[in-house]
């Protein structure tokens, strides 16, 4: 595999550029594999195999996968929050064909690129607005599987780590349904630790399965907690083992959720603060 992190691999080809004073987004590809990128700045946003889109590329787009087979999921609707390079959006149309699909992407650019470049069907029902302000807005309805792909190391999107967002997602799932969380590992991410202690405060139980970079980790969270099932996921032959957190057992959390608080509207800018993160 090509090395795809800090900006378009050597040799790959620029398909398009846009820069402003705000953002700097790049498509590029390679032949061998055939690969489609999407980046902000050096960061990858999205890759995508376009001679079989239906397989995941990144670790974490396959984790994800690999635990909702596990759990012999049948989602009658799918929310994804964040269209990026449409991995998510293409492995999960072909593994349940007869589900709705729904993107909702607050990037108008993104959207577009993902119509160029990514495959993304004219049909395709995509939502240009932010995610908590739609769940929030109860227009979009309840989902089975409801996947959140808004985060980075470095952009954090400050609303969408409070206690108030994570509600809005419970609210938005069915009762038997799953919710999924792309998050940048504490290795990257100094308020990881709060990320999750907030999670644990709105659904009670959370299972994690790191990447092997150590660079991304998938959450899973349920409206039901009994429905998270600690399932090994392998993929690429490794095993990917399950963490499994529970919020009545703060002995069994890793060190760097030992001195994290519970994030909220009120509290959220004083504590980005305490990192030199922005609010």
Not at 85 to 100: I, N, R, S, V
Not at 106 to 126: G, K, Q
Not at 134 to 140: I, K, P, R, V
């Amino acid at each position: 595999m090509v090395e795809l992190e800090d900006g378009p691999p050597e040799g790959a080809t620029l398909l398009h550029e846009y820069q402003d004073d705000f953002e700097w987004l790049r498509v590029a590809e390679t032949q061998d594999p055939p690969l489609r990128m999407m980046y902000f700045e050096d960061n990858l946003h999205g890759v995508l195999n376009t001679r079989h889109p239906q397989d995941p590329v990144l670790t974490y787009v396959a984790l994800m996968m690999g635990y909702a087979r596990g759990l012999n999921l049948k989602p009658a609707r799918i929310l994804m929050g964040g269209l990026g390079g449409c991995a998510f959006l293409h492995a999960a149309a072909a593994e349940w064909p007869a589900a709705e699909l729904v993107s909702v992407e607050i990037n108008p650019r993104v959207i577009e690129l993902a119509r160029r470049f990514f495959l993304l069907s004219p049909e395709a029902r995509v939502e240009e607005n932010d995610i908590r302000h739609a769940l929030e807005a109860g227009d979009l309805g309840t989902f089975d599987l409801l996947l959140c792909d808004c985060y980075g190391a470095h952009d954090l999107p400050p609303h969408l780590m409070t206690r108030n967002f994570m509600q809005a997602v419970a609210t938005s799932l069915e009762n038997d349904g799953l919710a999924m969380f792309n998050f940048a590992g504490a290795d990257a991410n100094a308020i990881f630790g709060h990320q999750l202690v907030t999670m644990l405060d709105v659904f009670g139980r959370l299972i994690l399965l790191q990447t092997a970079e150590a660079a991304n980790v998938a959450v899973f969270a349920a409206t039901d907690p009994n429905h998270l099932t600690p399932l090994t996921v392998s993929w690429q032959e490794r095993a990917h083992a399950p963490l499994v957190l529970d919020r009545n057992d703060p002995e069994a959390w890793p060190e760097f959720m030992a001195d994290a608080v519970v994030l909220d509207d009120d509290n959220l800018s004083d504590t980005l603060d305490e990192f030199g993160l922005c609010c």
